[in-house]
C-alpha cells in the first residue's frame, strides 16, 4: 500500500508564492514516477507537471511553463511543486500522484497512486 500526502497549500494573491510538498509513504518503492494534477470547479482535472524516478526528466503544462518547478527528495519520499507567479486561473484542488514506471507522463490514467489533495486559492 502507497499514501500520498499533500501539504502547503492555501490563500495567496497574485503574483504570490506558494511551496507544495508530497509525502510518500507505505510501499514508497512502489511510486516511482511522480506528477502534479489540479482540478478547479467545474472542470475536469488536469496535468501540471511530472518528474521521473530520477529527477532528470521533468515535464509541465503550457500554462505553467516558467512559472512552476516541480523536483524531489527520493532520500525523504518527498516531492515538491514551487509555483510562482501564481494567478487567479491557477487556483484548484493539488493533487499528487505517483505510478510505478520510472518514466513520467502526463496522462491522467496512467498514474496509480493519489492524494487527497490540497486547495490552492489565489485572489485577484
Known amino acids: 500500500q502507497v499514501q500520498l500526502v499533500e501539504s502547503g497549500g492555501g490563500l495567496v494573491q497574485a503574483g504570490g508564492s506558494l511551496r507544495l510538498s508530497c509525502s510518500v509513504s507505505?510501499?514508497?518503492?512502489?511510486?516511482?514516477?511522480m506528477g502534479w494534477f489540479r482540478q478547479a470547479p467545474g472542470k475536469e482535472r488536469e496535468f501540471v507537471a511530472a518528474?521521473?524516478?530520477?529527477?532528470?526528466?521533468?515535464y509541465y503544462a503550457d500554462s505553467v511553463k516558467g512559472r512552476f518547478t516541480i523536483s524531489r527528495d527520493n532520500a525523504k519520499n518527498t516531492m515538491y511543486l514551487q509555483m510562482n507567479g501564481l494567478k487567479a486561473e491557477d487556483t484548484a484542488v493539488y493533487y499528487c500522484?505517483?505510478?510505478?514506471?520510472?518514466?513520467?507522463?502526463?496522462?491522467?490514467?496512467?498514474?496509480?497512486?493519489w492524494g487527497q489533495g490540497t486547495q490552492v486559492t489565489v485572489s485577484s
Open positions: 500522484a505517483g505510478r510505478q514506471s520510472l518514466r513520467a507522463t502526463m496522462g491522467t490514467s496512467d498514474y496509480d497512486y
Open positions: 518528474i521521473s524516478w530520477s529527477g532528470v526528466n521533468t
Open positions: 507505505g510501499r514508497a518503492g512502489s511510486s516511482r514516477a
